[in-house]
Structure formats: C-alpha cells, structure tokens
C-alpha cells in the first residue's frame, strides 16, 4: 500500500505549478522517484539525437547530447508543451541534476587523461604553450577593443563591471574551449593518439586554466576578495606540480598492485574512484574546476594493462549514463530567445564574428609560427574554435555573480552552440580523412 500510495501521489507532486497542484516543495522521495524518470528520458534523447547527428549530419555524439539538452529544456519543450518541461523539470530537480553532471563530466576527463599521451606532449609542449598562447592573446586584445561600446548597450554588463572587467571577462568568454567536448570529438575522430590531437587537447587544457584564472581575478576586483584570485592560482599550480612531478612515481604502485592481483577488483577500482573524487574536489575547492582535477589525475596514472582495464570498466558508464546529464543540465538552462532590440541583435553579430576570427584565426597563425603546416594549423584552428559547455560554465558564473546581465549571457550562449556545431564539419572539410593516418601528420 505505501508504494501505491507513492504512486498515486506522483502525478500530483509534478504537475505544473500553474494548475496549483504542485506544492511549494518537493520531498526527497519525490525527488528520487523523478531523477529516475528525468534519466530515462535524457539518456533516450541523447542516443537518439546524437544517432541522428551522426548518420545524417556527420556530428559526434557529442553534439547530438548538446543539442538534446536544449531540446528538453524551456527554449524547444518549454514552448512546446510548457506543462510537461515544468513537470518533468521542476527547479527543485535541478540540484540532483547538477551534481551527476559534474560527476560526469570530470569522471570523463579523468579518462582522458588516462589516454593521454604524455610523451607526445612532452615532444610538443613548446608548440602546445604557443598556441594556447595565441588563442587566448587575440580574444582578449578583441574583447578590450569591444567593452567599452558593449559596456554602453543596456542588459549586457551590469552597473557595478568597469571597462577593464568587462573586457577581462568577455575574453575569458571568448578565449575558452570546449576542453570536454573537444576531448570527446578527438576521441570519436580516432585522432586521440596523433600529434594534432594531443596539441589540441595540451592547448585546450592551458589555455583553459588560464581563462579560469582569469575569471577568478574579475570575480575578486568585484567584491569576493583576493583571496579568490590568490587561491585559484597558488591552488591550481600547486595541484598540477604535484600530479606532473610527484604523482606519477607514487602512483606507479598500483601497476605492481595489479600485476599481483591479476585484475583490477574491486578494491583498486574503489581506490583509483577515491583518488578521482578527491582530486575533483581539489580543484572545485580552489575555483579552477572539477574536471581538470580529473584530467590531471588520469595523466599521472601509470599506463599498460592496469591503465586500459580502469578505462574498460569505467567508459561505457559514463560516456552512456553519467555525460549526458552534464549536457542536459546546461541546455535545461539555455533560453534561445535571445534578442529583442536591434542594438542587442548587432552585438550578438558582432560577438560571433569576433569569436570565430580571433579565436580561430590566431589558433591557426600560433600553430603556424611553432612549425605546422597549414591543414595541420586549420585542424588545430577548426577544432579549438568550439566553447561547448565550458563557456556555459563560465557564463552561470557570471550571471549568478552579478557580472553580465540576461541579454549578454543569451548572446553567449548561441555563440557557444554555433561555435561547437561548426568544430566537427569545420574539422572535416579543412583536415578530412588525414587526421586518421598517423603517418602523414605533420
């Protein structure tokens, strides 16, 4: 009779607040009782949509996750079927939502970097460091350039940002890369070993750090305090000295650990998710973000058997359950209606064409000044041009913190969706099939 009646309640505990039957909060068997639902039907539309995106648009699986995302939230199911996004989707769920995502998405960059070939990297971290220079030079010289007049549009920046904060955050917006999901469509490419996908990911991730630390310096000039700044930098530093020089010799013991046990059991498994978790804690308590914690930690991992069973063990899991709640929670808060004034709409212009010119176009000339030849410098380009989720990180920060308004976080969320829709077809039609022939890569 209790689960009958638990049945019975579920209908009414979800309804759309609009008819006056859901109450003013949500109990946690209710809760729970949604999440299941909430994940049927996200893992259903993404394999669906990013089926889709694969046999008909040639996208990853990646993108098609992406797209769903703003599918089932208020932009696409919310103009649809409003009763159904507000039951389905309550803001209380939300919450539950938002911690498997960030599950997901650090538990994938911690695979990652246990592919991650760190003696190529090693070959190219010159050419890394250029590029991810140059990537993030020319935003923020386009983001100065453009503050103040932006700084003039009203429901961009909020009254308290000045000029210099303004154009600090917008280049961090701009000069951002989809470091997840750049991870997941070099993956899907078959391009994860080659040199042209370790620079990538290498660049990504610097460049990434350092848009972080950014952000974390505007947030301090505008009232949290240096001892925001101060923290991200000093703990970020310290956390990748540590995985880079220390890490690797300690943690080779799970190599001889597993060639007595013969296996990765599950004790060493419960012990390399212990590391994982602690690491993206690490990073999340220090304001840089939980997903590079797990990258760091997967590339101080030792490679051979025990490296590809973790991985074996791990991947299906989270690339099929855990990831898609990390793309979904961004699109359920994604509104696509974005512009309503034509001074807004020339800065939404305005906005993407720069994005795509600096950040692409310096990519490209940086990986060509560290000796790469030109489809090689264009792959490189095409691939770092996407923002993906990482801008939409970035962007609910500013917008919870009081930095940009709704108008300038609408804008920067098309251009991270038409950034990231072009990486794949981009990729393809200036690199093509050559990014699959180790040999032939520059």
């Known amino acids: 009779m209790h689960g009958l009646c638990i049945h019975m309640q579920w209908p009414r505990a979800f309804a759309p607040s609009g008819l006056g039957l859901r109450p003013a909060a949500m109990t946690a068997g209710q809760l729970s009782i949604l999440f ?28 098609g996750e992406m797209i769903a995302g703003v599918l089932l939230g208020p932009s696409i199911l919310g103009l649809a079927a409003p009763g159904l996004e507000a039951a389905l989707f309550p803001p209380e769920s939300k919450k539950v939502l938002y911690v498997g995502a960030q599950l997901g998405v650090g538990l994938y960059m911690f695979l990652v970097g246990l592919t991650f070939d760190k003696a190529e990297f090693r070959a190219s971290a010159r050419s890394a460091a250029v590029v991810a220079f140059g990537s993030m030079a020319a935003p923020f010289a386009v983001a100065a350039l453009m503050a103040p007049w932006l700084l003039g549009i009203p429901g961009l920046f909020t009254a308290k940002v000045g000029t210099a904060q303004a154009a600090l955050f917008l280049g961090a917006a701009i000069a951002i890369t989809a470091f997840p999901m750049l991870a997941r469509i070099i993956h899907e490419r078959g391009i994860a070993h080659t040199r042209l996908g370790t620079l ?48 690797p010799r300690l943690l080779a013991r799970l190599t001889a650990i597993h060639a007595r046990k013969g296996e990765v059991d599950t004790t060493l498994l419960g012990a390399v998710l212990v590391l994982f978790l602690l690491s993206a804690f690490a990073m999340d308590a220090v304001g840089i973000h939980a997903v590079f914690g797990g990258f760091l930690l997967g590339t101080a991992m030792p490679r051979g058997p025990f490296a590809e069973e973790v991985r074996a063990k791990l991947e299906p899991f989270t690339t099929v359950f855990l990831l898609p709640m990390f793309f979904t929670f961004s699109g359920l808060n994604t509104q696509l209606a974005v512009v309503d004034n034509l001074a807004l709409a020339l800065a939404a212009v305005a906005i993407l064409a720069a994005s795509v010119l600096a950040k692409g ?29 990482m801008e939409l990180i970035i962007i609910n920060i500013g917008l919870q913190r009081g930095v940009i308004e709704p108008g300038l976080f609408a804008i920067l969320v098309v251009m991270a969706i038409v950034t990231t829709l072009m990486a794949s077809p981009l990729f393809e039609a200036v690199y093509g099939r050559r990014a699959r022939t180790e040999g032939k890569l520059a």
């Open 36 to 63: 299941f639902l909430q994940l049927a039907v996200i893992i259903t539309v993404c394999r669906l949509v990013g089926s889709i995106g694969q046999r008909w648009l040639g996208q990853p699986q990646v993108v």
């Open 200 to 247: 990538s990911l290498s660049s990504g991730a610097i460049g990434d750090a350092g848009a972080w630390i950014v952000v974390a310096v505007v947030l301090a000039s505008l009232g949290e305090g240096a001892r925001v700044a101060w923290l991200a930098i000093g703990g970020g530093l310290a956390f990748a000295v540590v995985m880079i020089a220390i890490a």
């Open 361 to 389: 176009g310096a990519t490209y000339l940086a990986a060509r000044l560290s000796g790469h030849d030109h489809a090689t410098a264009l792959g490189i380009g095409a691939l770092m041009n996407a923002r993906g989720l």
